[in-house]
């Protein structure tokens, strides 16, 4: 089955003039901004998106899977990568996401991590901390206030961060979410203070976001040039109005 399906997706993306870039989900609010940006300098140049939580795209990358250009949710992902020689190029930091406490519900949002506890909350939106780097950043920052052992029971898990913005929407009462996507035309809507705040980055690790070229980007210019394109002061501008914190 797996390779029936290496085999599809080869067969989609071998298309002349494109590169297949593995995406991790939070950076996926961002992708249709950058993807312009890029092509108005390269505009012969199809951006194929392929999005998921950063564990499950290097779970396919290691099974052969098509991609040539991997933009991590974390460095530990493209790091392995690189060691096992799936990647060619050191994973290189392009962005660092932060976290934000999200509910479609006005909140006190004064009360911080601290609104968690309380009983007409009870369900919580967190991506998966097996599969996705904001998820390991979330459980982190609720230790470290203290909280963690008060609510997990309520925990609903999303593999990957766009996942956990859907449940968070729908499907729980709030969550812990990456900041990038409020940023995205779908959640305008919700105020900051009122439907969301960002968590105290002192809590949790910074999630430094990395990317490498892999293996079956080699020798081609156009994986280069995005590679280059996503490292440079365009690109990263461009994150900074998502969000991101800018190494």
């Known amino acids: 089955?797996?390779?029936?399906?290496?085999?599809?997706?080869?067969?989609?993306?071998?298309?002349?003039?494109?590169?297949?870039?593995?995406?991790?989900?939070?950076?996926?609010?961002?992708?249709?901004?950058?993807?312009?940006?890029?092509?108005?300098?390269?505009?012969?140049?199809?951006?194929?998106?392929?999005?998921?939580?950063?564990?499950?795209?290097?779970?396919?990358?290691?099974?052969?899977?098509?991609?040539?250009?991997?933009?991590s949710a974390n460095?530990?992902?493209?790091?392995?990568?690189?060691?096992?020689?799936?990647?060619?190029?050191?994973?290189?930091?392009?962005?660092?996401?932060?976290?934000?406490?999200?509910s479609v519900k006005a909140h006190d949002f004064s009360k911080g991590l601290a609104l968690l506890t309380e009983s007409d909350i009870r369900r919580i939106a967190v991506a998966n901390p097996k599969t996705a780097p904001y998820g390991v950043a979330a459980k982190e920052a609720l230790e470290n206030a203290g909280l963690y052992e008060k609510v997990k029971k309520k925990f609903i898990f999303g593999e990957s961060v766009s996942q956990t913005v859907s449940y968070a929407v729908t499907a729980a009462d709030i969550g812990l979410i990456a900041t990038s996507s409020l940023y995205s035309k779908k959640m305008h809507a919700y105020q900051k203070e009122s439907h969301w705040i960002e968590v105290d980055t002192q809590l949790y690790t910074p999630i430094k976001q990395g990317i490498v070229i892999l293996?079956?980007?080699?020798?081609?210019?156009?994986?280069?040039?995005?590679?280059?394109?996503?490292?440079?002061?365009?690109?990263?501008s461009i994150l900074k109005q998502f969000g991101y914190q800018i190494p």
């Open 1 to 71: 089955m797996m390779k029936f399906l290496l085999i599809l997706l080869f067969s989609v993306f071998s298309m002349a003039g494109s590169i297949n870039v593995a995406v991790a989900a939070n950076v996926s609010y961002a992708m249709h901004t950058l993807i312009t940006a890029f092509n108005k300098e390269h505009p012969e140049t199809k951006i194929q998106v392929i999005l998921g939580s950063s564990g499950k795209l290097t779970a396919q990358i290691k099974h052969g899977a098509p991609y040539q250009l991997f933009l």
């Open 75 to 102: 460095m530990d992902y493209p790091q392995a990568l690189y060691a096992d020689k799936a990647a060619l190029t050191p994973p290189k930091v392009y962005a660092e996401g932060t976290l934000a406490l999200f």
């Open 215 to 236: 293996k079956k980007g080699a020798d081609n210019l156009d994986v280069k040039a995005f590679y280059d394109f996503m490292l440079g002061s365009k690109a990263q």
